[in-house]
């Protein structure tokens, strides 16, 4: 079992960047695929961005491609959000999850059921 920790969470005005953190113990982390999640108020959680587990791949949500960057240093267990230009409606919890499986690589939406464990989250607030 991974412990997942995300940090990096807090208050931006609209059109400033901010970059999440997710630090992962536990496990091989170089072996699975990650993802980042998010849930706005009143909302179901949803996709944002996956990765492979050698950092080879990616996948983006339509609503934060072109703003959002997913990336891992397998050497630091850490992978990260870079958030740019960002919007109100970025507003949510943010939440990191490690693939159940190993060699994970991301080919399309990610689904929640294909990860495993999940960070416990942090808040994103972005003021208009």
């Known amino acids: 079992q991974v412990h997942l920790v995300e940090s990096g969470g807090g208050l931006v005005q609209a059109g400033e960047p901010l970059k999440l953190a997710c630090a992962a113990s536990g496990r091989t982390f170089n072996r699975y695929g990650m993802g980042w999640f998010r849930r706005a108020p009143g909302k179901e959680r949803e996709f944002v961005a996956a990765i492979s587990w050698n950092g080879g791949t990616t996948y983006y949500a339509d609503a934060v491609k072109g703003r959002f960057t997913i990336s891992r240093d397998n050497a630091k267990s850490t992978v990260y959000l870079q958030m740019n230009n960002l919007k109100p409606e970025d507003t949510a919890v943010y939440y990191c999850?490690?693939?159940?499986?190993?060699?994970?690589?991301?080919?399309?939406?990610?689904?929640?059921?294909?990860?495993?464990?999940w960070g416990q989250g942090t808040q994103v607030t972005v003021s208009s």
């Open positions: 999850a490690s693939s159940k499986n190993y060699w994970f690589v991301p080919m399309g939406v990610g689904r929640e059921p294909d990860f495993g464990s």
